[in-house]
């Protein structure tokens, strides 16, 4: 089974900052990777798809990148509806969720 | 629209089985293409994965769960089934069903509201 290393798994951050998060596949997963933004009680919601193309709806403050083995999600300016917890999800072979990463209002 | 609600008991013993019910509407399992997905969250604690059943009736399960796990479908009623035998207080979890799309990108774009199970005697 393919597993997923996902850092840190949480973070304190301001308004405004720059927040990078990052996801490790244990094997090569192509671009097959989504990352998802998850608000207490609620179910997730997609915010990127193919690593690095950006789901119709979502600011494009979120971008996302990389291929193979090594995927990041940025939010180049964090805003306070933005402090949720983040999951990166491989569907390369089967679906596996990262571990999460809790973003946090400093 | 595509809407989801799962079903099911909230509270189970350990050691039984543990049937839960998704419904959904807008779309259909008879399209090519579709499929649903169980996916569990422990309080707390992360996403999981457990099970997937395409339009054409083909079946995916977790590894680490896939003796316990079987999901069926009921086209006729756009249900799907999940039912986890030998529950146990670990399992106490939110699942939720969700939507995979039956054209690339294949993401879960739709997700039902959740239900929580708490597994204890």
């Known amino acids: 089974a393919i597993q997923m290393t996902q850092s840190p798994s949480s973070l304190s951050a301001s308004v405004g900052d720059r927040v990078t998060i990052t996801c490790r596949a244990s094997?090569?997963?192509?671009?097959?990777l989504g990352w998802y933004q998850q608000k207490p009680g609620k179910a997730p919601k997609v915010l990127i798809y193919?690593?690095?193309s950006l789901q119709s709806g979502v600011p494009s403050r979120f971008s996302g990148s990389g291929s193979g083995t090594d995927f990041t999600l940025t939010i180049s300016s964090l805003q306070p509806e933005d402090f949720a917890t983040y999951y990166c999800?491989?569907?390369?072979?089967?679906?596996?969720f990262g571990q999460g990463t809790k973003v946090e209002i400093k | 629209q595509i809407t989801l609600k799962e079903s099911g008991p909230t509270l189970v013993k350990p050691t039984q089985t543990l049937t839960l019910t998704c419904t959904f509407s807008?779309?259909?399992?008879?399209?090519?293409?579709?499929?649903v997905a169980w996916i569990r969250q422990p309080p707390g604690k992360a996403l999981e994965w457990l099970a997937l059943?395409?339009?054409?009736?083909?079946?995916r399960y977790s590894p680490s769960l896939k003796n316990r796990l079987t999901i069926t479908k009921d086209t006729s009623r756009n249900q799907v089934v999940l039912t986890m035998t030998n529950m146990d207080p670990v399992d106490t979890a939110t699942y939720y069903c969700?939507?995979?799309?039956?054209?690339?990108?294949?993401?879960?774009?739709?997700w039902g509201q959740g239900t929580l199970v708490t597994v204890s005697s």
């Open positions: 969700a939507h995979r799309r039956e054209v690339r990108p294949y993401y879960f774009d739709f």
């Open positions: 999800l491989q569907d390369y072979n089967l679906w596996t």
């Open positions: 807008g779309l259909s399992l008879s399209t090519r293409g579709v499929g």
């Open positions: 193919f690593a690095s």
């Open positions: 094997q090569g997963i192509r671009n097959d």
């Open positions: 059943i395409y339009w054409d009736d083909d079946k």
